[in-house]
Structures are given as structure tokens and as C-alpha cells.
């Protein structure tokens, strides 16, 4: 069992919805979560960090975090083609975990 | 405000060679962190530092892999001998301090052995 699992996609929306990546974790203890965006052939940058159980709210992002279900997701509001990316989730608990990524495309 | 300087950009060697790998993180960020990436795969942590020390390295393969930090700013990463597997893009990061996790990367180093 992987760290960090992300389904790897590809997730296609169409211009304007509502794109929604999930993340699972296995290590109980981990208490820091970050989503990062990578376009192909750069290298990633961070959109949010979580820590506590529920939502936060940056811009047309929202994370949210469950610990007892070990589950964490970005919902991104009224996608954009400029949104087409990998998206990563990244764990710390005692060691870093990246997932392997989400290829999301926006179709205009 | 600068961000994470990496060089070269590009390396190519043949196996067996030796490479290095140089990061400069942000100004004033205390945390620097090596990574590697493969193609379609997440970022890999091969070594944290927490100003000069090591404080993770457990991804670390010592026999050919080696890192240092010397000043607690700019930092080295070190394959000798390179191996055919070792093609990747080597990412460094930088993070202000321990309690501040947020990572910011440089534009990394793809390698490629032949």
C-alpha cells in the first residue's frame, strides 16, 4: 500500500465546473497536508496547505480534510483551461509523501 | 523576492560518471529539501535539512548518493558513479522552518545517463 494514492486520471471537466481531486493517506500520524499544481515539464507550486478537519477556502480553491476517514480533497470552483495540470498531494507525518498526481484537463 | 536556484538545468553524462547537483533555497529559509522525480510519478524525498543538519535521510541510497549543507544555506547533491536508472529530474525546496511545512520549488535538474 501506497503512502499517498491519487487516482491518476485523467479527470475531464468542461470550462466553468466544478473539479473535484481526492487523496488518501495510510499513516495515521500525519498532521500536515498540501496540494501542489505541476505543469508539464515545470516543477510544482503549492496551492494550499490543510491541518485541521474541514474546509479552507482560498480563492476558487477549497481543501478539505477528513483524518478519521484519512482523506483529503481540492475542489476547484469554476475551472479554467489554465487549471490544466497535475495536481499532487502531499502528506507529512514523520516523512514526506507526494502522491503519484491527478492529470486534470479543462475542456473550453 | 527570489526563489529556489538550481544548476545546471540539464546534465547529460554517461553511467559510471559523477554528478553534482547545487540548490540555492529562498533567502532566510532554514529548511531545504532534495527530491527526485521519475516521469508520471510524485516527487521522491531523498534528504531534509533543518539549517545544516540532515534530519532525514532515510531515502537517502548512501552508497552513491551523497548530499551536504555546509553553511546551513546552499546545498550540493552528489551521484557517484551515476547509474542508467538515476535519469530523473532532481528537484530541490525550501521551506521557512520546522513549523512551516509549505515547500517552494526550484526549477530542478533533469539528468539523463547513458
Not at chain 1, 473535484?20 to 497536508?33: A, E, G, I, M, P
Not at chain 1, 510544482?44 to 478539505?64: C, H, V
Not at chain 2, 530541490?92 to 526550484?106: I, V, Y
Request: net charge negative.
Amino acid at each position: 500500500q501506497k503512502e499517498v494514492e491519487q487516482n491518476s486520471g485523467p479527470l475531464s471537466v468542461p470550462e466553468g465546473a466544478i473539479a473535484s481531486l481526492n487523496c488518501t493517506y495510510s499513516d495515521r500520524v500525519s498532521q500536515s497536508f498540501f496540494w501542489y499544481r505541476q505543469y508539464s515539464g515545470k516543477s510544482p507550486e503549492l496551492i494550499m496547505s490543510i491541518y485541521s478537519n474541514g474546509d479552507k477556502e482560498d480563492g476558487r480553491f477549497t481543501a478539505q480534510l477528513n483524518k478519521a476517514s484519512q482523506y483529503v480533497s481540492l475542489l476547484i470552483r469554476d475551472s479554467q483551461p489554465s487549471d490544466s495540470a497535475t495536481y499532487l498531494c502531499a502528506v507529512f507525518g514523520n516523512q514526506f509523501y507526494f502522491g503519484t498526481g491527478t492529470s486534470l484537463t479543462v475542456i473550453p | 523576492e527570489a526563489g529556489v536556484v538550481q544548476s545546471p538545468r540539464y546534465k547529460i553524462i554517461e553511467k559510471k560518471q559523477p554528478v553534482a547537483f547545487w540548490c540555492n533555497p529562498i533567502s532566510g529559509h532554514n529548511t531545504l529539501y532534495w527530491y527526485l522525480q521519475n516521469l508520471g510519478q510524485g516527487p521522491e524525498l531523498l534528504i531534509r535539512y533543518e539549517n545544516e543538519e540532515a534530519v532525514d535521510d532515510s531515502q537517502l541510497p548512501k552508497d552513491r548518493f551523497s548530499a551536504e549543507r555546509l553553511k546551513g544555506v546552499d546545498s550540493t547533491l552528489k551521484i557517484q558513479p551515476a547509474e542508467l536508472g538515476d535519469s530523473a529530474v532532481y528537484l530541490c525546496a525550501s521551506s521557512s522552518h520546522r513549523g512551516n511545512l509549505e515547500q517552494f520549488f526550484g526549477p530542478g535538474t533533469r539528468l539523463t545517463v547513458l
